[in-house]
């Protein structure tokens, strides 16, 4: 396993059980509205988030076989499969204590018989995948893929023809103007903490989609839409309650709490944005 990988690995081997007592099964920010004034509950943006990506994405209303790529514990899968009930899934992640939770989750809303969760890299899919997918859900995984090409060339060979993608991805903002010192200080505090490659931007996303083949492809920004997140989970990092947990997680989950802060900067200068992308082979 890369450098990467196996930091990626540890850390949500380490930080996943403080996440699952704390917030639950969704491992992604949450929505409120377009402009981020909706009163929501934090709990439910998150699932407010994957219905408005479902709904923008144009998911296809007929899913047989889906991909949840980069999936946690398997948050937005089970979603899928109760949404699909005659739909096989297979969700990935770096992350066994992900997958063994994501099985165990998978047992107790009785869909273990046709949702499979597994460590396994995203980019060793075997070829018998291949135009297998109706549906290839992607949420707050890419970041972590370094090469960004290669993942859009990955889906484009797994997707069934006519198959869509729906991605939500943190990127950065889009140049010109180029990125200033104090962005890049911002962004590599993130990457660093969050064991993130260099982000990049919707656009240059959207040109890998673009050079894969994916056609009726869309992009947008929806970081207005997500922004109340970062302070829901910087008070959730505040309440004493958590402290032992975070105690116990070890130093990079300590770390990745501090990056709290280097997000809410990212978001409020604007270095960081909260990309999305449809696209159909
Ligand atoms: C922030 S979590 C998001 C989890 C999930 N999509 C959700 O919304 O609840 C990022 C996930 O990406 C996974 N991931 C990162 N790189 C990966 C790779 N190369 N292959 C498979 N999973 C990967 C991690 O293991 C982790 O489960």
């Given amino acids: 396993m890369s450098t990467l990988n196996t930091r990626i690995k540890d850390f949500y081997d380490a930080s996943?059980?403080?996440?699952?007592?704390?917030?639950?099964?969704?491992?992604?920010?949450?929505?409120?509205?377009?402009?981020?004034?909706?009163?929501?509950?934090?709990?439910?943006?998150?699932?407010?988030?994957?219905?408005?990506?479902l709904a923008w994405g144009q998911a296809?209303?007929?899913?047989?076989?889906?991909?949840?790529?980069?999936?946690?514990?398997?948050?937005?899968?089970?979603?899928?499969a109760l949404r699909h009930p005659e739909a096989t899934g297979?969700?990935?992640?770096?992350?066994?204590?992900?997958?063994?939770?994501?099985?165990?989750?998978?047992?107790?809303?009785?869909v273990s018989d046709r949702l499979n969760i597994r460590a396994q890299d995203v980019y060793t899919l075997e070829e018998k995948h291949n135009n297998s997918f109706d549906l290839i859900w992607s949420m707050e995984s890419a970041e972590h893929m370094k090469d960004k090409?290669?993942?859009?060339?990955?889906?484009?060979?797994?997707?069934?023809?006519?198959?869509?993608?729906?991605?939500?991805?943190?990127?950065?903002?889009?140049?010109?103007?180029?990125?200033?010192?104090?962005?890049?200080?911002?962004?590599?505090?993130?990457?660093?903490?969050?064991h993130l490659p260099p982000l990049v931007s919707v656009p240059t996303l959207g040109a890998?989609?673009?050079?894969?083949?994916?056609?009726?492809?869309?992009?947008?920004d929806w970081s207005a839409a997500v922004e109340p997140f970062w302070g829901a989970v910087i008070s959730s990092g505040l309440d004493p309650r958590n402290w032992p947990g975070l105690i116990s997680?070890?130093?990079?989950?300590?770390?990745?709490?501090?990056?709290?802060?280097?997000?809410?900067?990212?978001?409020?200068?604007?270095a960081i944005r909260y990309g999305v992308l449809r696209g159909t082979k």
């Fill in 16 to 53: 996943t059980p403080l996440w699952l007592n704390t917030w639950g099964e969704q491992m992604h920010h949450g929505y409120y509205g377009p402009d981020g004034k909706r009163k929501t509950e934090h709990k439910q943006a998150q699932i407010d988030m994957i219905e408005e990506l």
């Fill in 60 to 80: 296809p209303e007929q899913v047989r076989s889906f991909l949840d790529a980069g999936c946690g514990v398997g948050g937005s899968s089970r979603y899928l």
């Fill in 90 to 110: 297979l969700g990935v992640t770096l992350s066994p204590v992900q997958a063994q939770n994501g099985e165990r989750y998978n047992q107790e809303a009785g």
């Fill in 149 to 194: 090409q290669a993942l859009m060339d990955l889906f484009y060979r797994l997707l069934r023809p006519g198959g869509k993608l729906v991605m939500a991805t943190w990127c950065h903002r889009e140049e010109p103007p180029a990125l200033t010192t104090n962005d890049q200080k911002v962004l590599d505090k993130i990457c660093e903490l969050y």
């Fill in 208 to 220: 890998a989609a673009a050079q894969a083949g994916f056609d009726n492809l869309a992009t947008d």
């Fill in 249 to 270: 997680a070890g130093m990079s989950t300590i770390k990745g709490a501090w990056a709290m802060k280097y997000m809410k900067e990212g978001f409020s200068t604007g």
